[in-house]
């Protein structure tokens, strides 16, 4: 079964830290490239960054650029997303989602891990 | 913040049909990029409905069908189901400086 699992959410303060990993299955994890997209409470969908099937492009939005770090451990079929200097608008649910290598859509997605940060 | 824009809502009663839009600019769809389509029920992560403009991934029903023009899109959802109410996202990639992967408003299915 194809599968994603997302874990290490939970509550930080303005200015803190907190790393998000997420575990595949099913596939193979180095034939696609992989995404971070959140979604704050009740809002739409929203890019946060990409990185290669070989780790050797990475891509982030405006909004999280130099304070998140994408990177993926092919050997341990993971990825993880380091976020610090968290703001409160960082508060979202967190998605991990892959994308075949040459194309560009999401599939498959992880469960989705709730990120809130406040003080 | 998004950057394809859609109706926040379409309603309908069962076995109808609906369409939703997804309204882009010249530096993604209307640049040929293709889009995709997600549906996400109450509580759950986003599913693939619909990739490379008008293509089902295995287990989707044929009820559900997307088309490009320009710089618009669109899905068609037809003889509608109580299961089919959801939020609809679409998603293409932008050239600009705005970021790689946009994302729609997003459009909230309610069957009646």
């Known amino acids: 079964e194809v599968q994603l699992v997302t874990s290490g959410g939970g509550l930080a303060k303005p200015g803190g830290s907190l790393r998000l990993s997420c575990a595949a299955s099913g596939f193979t994890f180095s034939s696609y490239s992989f995404s971070w997209v959140r979604q704050a409470p009740g809002k739409g969908l929203e890019w946060v960054s990409s990185?290669?099937?070989?780790?050797?492009?990475?891509s982030y939005a405006d909004s999280v650029k130099g304070r998140f770090t994408i990177s993926r451990d092919n050997a341990r079929n993971s990825l993880d997303l380091q976020m610090n200097s968290l703001r409160d608008e960082d508060t979202a649910i967190y998605y991990c989602a892959g994308i075949l290598a040459g194309e560009n859509w999401f599939d498959p997605w992880g469960q989705g891990t709730l990120v809130t940060v406040s003080s | 913040q998004s950057v394809l824009t859609q109706p926040p809502s379409v309603s309908g009663a069962p076995g109808q049909r609906v369409t939703i839009s997804c309204t882009g600019s010249s530096s993604n769809i209307g640049a040929d990029y293709d889009v995709h389509w997600y549906q996400q029920l109450p509580g759950t992560a986003p599913k693939l409905l619909i990739y490379g403009n008008n293509n089902r991934p295995s287990g989707v029903p044929d009820r559900f069908s997307g088309s490009k023009s320009g710089s618009s899109a669109s899905l068609a959802i037809t003889g509608l189901q109580a299961e089919d109410e959801a939020d609809y996202f679409c998603q293409s990639y932008d050239s600009s400086l705005s970021g790689f992967y946009v994302f729609g408003t997003g459009t909230k299915v309610t069957v009646l």
């Open positions: 990185i290669t099937s070989s780790g050797s492009f990475i």
